[in-house]
């Protein structure tokens, strides 16, 4: 070819041209992929509410460019408003990594802040958890009174800001990791699921996974990490329950990324160690396991975080794709504390790992039980979020829809995979709230 | 593998729903799988089925030129009555009007063209071109969307049988500049006190319009009471200009056809997308991306319905062109510079690029084999005709989806 020949090569090793350095780049091809058609804006239930927030498509690729320009601009203030619902992303149809975005803009914005404010302290208590819940589930039944004592809850939110028209939840008295060692941990769950297996005529492979049960279900609802133990061995599944730090959903809703990576050092660390030796990583909580499949890898470079990803599953999900479970479930039926109708709320961690409707086909068939959708409105709470005193008023008002459609719905029961969805839609409408988990120890064990 | 189903449909889009509508109703235990939100809220919400003959002539009766379309043509596989019974099908679980003549309807838009569509939303239907009534068309200051003296004027070009004025207001509800169509349509739902004071603001420009267009974003859930509700203050017939995304009127004709495809049975799951499959002859499997993991959904049959160039169910490379789901043969032609022409309103052949079927809606290979037994193709997947151009990418998606549906649903496998 002469110099003077201007048709490009067909060569693939000349294209595309590396105009940029390697590093920082990897978020310009996302804010290059948008388009600007806002769908992601009308997708935003917080925008949806509150006029002043700028939406998604700004606080992501539109920050992101503005941020290329000679340090110009700070991380505008506002990305303390998003929510960190998730839902743009499953919005976006040019595959425009939008929270990844968000939660590097916030993490950025976090550390410019000043570290002895109150705010920030009080999102770092927040974000932190299972910290606090390890603390008051030595002493949940003083814990219990002393987080919802009316004057200690005044003083908190003068000085800390954390509302006080919520109620804490409250601490079992039996977390569920000393249930499960009292029960003699692994070693029974084997001999349990090497009977299941037996009694079905189970035989061949392995069939094995590690529990992620996240702080929620351990300190606050250890009847759902009870429901998956029984249901999985009841399948001939072993459980063995990990050493295990929070998913960081929390903490990346609020910029604290220093404090995620900490503890996905640790969650992948034994994750990774069990996938290798065959196991499948399950989560009851659809935000630890979102956060294990998209955010860690998305935000952290961690040996083994790929693998640990991509082996992680919602606990149901997981039955689906690998057992019959509508075969099981068409034979069974529902007696008893559970034979009801119930109110189901997916959460917006569930949408994007494509789980909505999940709950409502699998049981649909079930005697003796009513699934309602109550639509595809956002609870509003969005984990730590709603907590926030200067936030509350926002969350009830987001919230507000999905209480309408309780309230309609022919149940006075609520269900939801999400433990703090589950508290706003008690905080809203009065409702007990299950986890299909419960409903499928039901059904079935 | 446990997630089965007879017939699974792949893409949420107009031909997706349509063949999952079709298959359910056939009494098919049916599955849709969609990667994302359904793209429907990215269009207009018209439905038009042949605006354009492919010399560039305006049709006023889509039907009768559907003979005279190239054989490559989707809608020569599928026939005229194919056509017929797809809308039928279509009016059955929407409000849609237009179909009591097979003439179509000539809508304005929002850059004040007119377009040739055979259904339209009820929220269109005052202000169709062949009403001789006169027209005004209001903007808003920060919808820079919708420019309404500029739509007048070209639609004034255009040489409409009644008079058109345009003119821009401020909208009375308070929102930030760049307020989403929401924003403005729960407003518009929510606060007498805006209508009001909107139509105030309206009424002093009015003159002897009968008729007035506002941007499509009066009221979301409660469309028809909004239009109403202005109508009655400005004591003119109110109609919404369809626009470009996000658009709440192809927001409302997803939730519609979402709720049939609901109620006729059928399984639907948003958010992994179908990145392969497992069989030989017949497609055994597909495989859904569930973050990172491939799982198995068994089917017995299997609609692909994953949209065209834009859609990204056909795409481009340097060297070629394919269709990445089960790599169906594309034709086109072998050096790249013939893919398109140097007029940028010319007759390019990549508008034309996609799957070519047998009767059945089956992919055919480079020997015109079908590619697989159980696979058949609907919507701007398929090629052979150019939408953009001919405007029929909504009925083409409803023709070959409600027959790719039935076909696959009545199979015996």
Known sequence: ?445 | MAIESEVLVVGGGLAGLTAALASARAGADTRLVSHKQSTLRNASGLVDVLGYSPDGELLSDPYAAIPDLPESHPYRTVGVEGVREALAVFDSVTDYEGGHTDRNALVPTHGGTVKPTARYPPGAAAGLASRGDDMALVGFEATTDFDAPRAAAHLRAAGVPFDVRGVTVEFPGDLRADAAVTRYANVLEAEASVRRELAERVEPHLGDAARVGFPAVLGNEEAGFVREALADRLGADVFEVPSGPPSLPGLRLEDALFDALTDAGARIETGNPVVGYEGDRRVESVLVDRKGAEVPYRADRVVLATGGLVGKGIETERGAVREPVFDCHVPHPEDRYDWFEDDAFGDHAFARFGVTTDDGLRPLDADGEPEFENLRAAGAVLGGYDFAAEKSGAGVSLATGHLAGTAAAEETP
């Open chain 1, 1 to 445: 070819m002469s110099d003077t020949d201007t048709t490009p090569t067909e060569s693939d090793d000349d294209y595309p041209i590396e105009v940029f350095p390697e590093n920082d780049a990897d978020l310009r091809s996302g804010a290059d992929d948008c388009y600007k058609c806002s769908t992601c804006d009308t997708n935003c239930p917080v925008a949806e509410v509150d006029d002043d927030f700028p939406g998604p498509k700004f606080q992501g690729p539109e920050q992101w460019r503005l941020k290329q320009n000679d340090g110009e601009h700070a991380i505008d203030d506002s990305i303390t408003d998003c929510s960190n619902c998730m839902r743009c992303d499953s919005a976006c149809p040019s595959d425009v990594p939008l929270t990844e975005m968000h939660n590097t803009a916030r993490g950025e914005y976090v550390e410019g802040m000043s570290k002895t404010s109150v705010k920030y302290w009080r999102n770092r208590i927040l974000s932190n958890y299972r910290l606090s819940a390890r603390a008051a589930s030595v002493v949940p039944r003083l814990a219990n009174f002393a987080m919802n004592f009316g004057p200690a809850r005044w003083v908190m939110e003068k000085t800390l800001g954390v509302t006080a028209e919520r109620e804490f939840p409250a601490f079992a008295t039996e977390t569920f990791r000393e249930w499960w060692e009292a029960r003699g941990g692994a070693a029974e769950s084997r001999r349990r699921a090497e009977e299941a297996r037996e009694r079905r005529g189970d035989t061949g492979a392995d069939k094995k996974v590690a529990y992620f049960h996240g702080c929620y279900s351990n300190y606050n609802t250890p009847e759902v990490g009870k429901a998956m133990i029984r249901v999985y061995e009841q399948f001939g599944y072993e459980v063995v329950v990990p050493e295990q730090r929070c998913s960081g959903t929390p903490m990346f809703a609020n910029g604290m990324l220093d404090d995620a990576r900490r503890d996905a050092k640790v969650n992948v660390s034994s994750m990774s160690d069990l996938i290798d030796q065959g196991y499948d990583a399950i989560a009851s909580c659809t935000s630890c396991s979102l956060a294990l499949r998209q955010e860690y890898p998305e935000l952290f470079d961690i040996d083994g975080i790929e693998e640990v990803s991509e082996n992680t599953f919602e606990a149901v999900e997981y039955l689906r794709i690998h057992e019959d479970l509508r075969e099981e479930l068409s034979g069974a039926d529902i007696e008893g504390e559970l034979e009801k109708e119930f109110a189901y709320h997916a959460p917006c961690h569930a949408r994007n790992q494509g789980l909505e409707r999940q709950a409502v086909e699998l049981f649909g068939d079930l005697e003796g039980v009513g699934v309602e959708d109550v639509g595809d409105s956002c609870s509003g709470i969005s984990g730590t979020y709603g907590w926030k005193a200067e936030k509350y008023d926002i969350s009830m008002e987001i919230g507000s829809e999905m209480f309408e459609h309780m309230e309609s719905a022919p149940s006075e029961t609520g269900m939801t995979e999400c433990p703090t969805c589950a508290m706003q839609m008690e905080h809203g409408t009065g409702y007990e709230v299950r986890h299909p988990l419960e409903l499928l120890e039901a059904a079935l064990v």
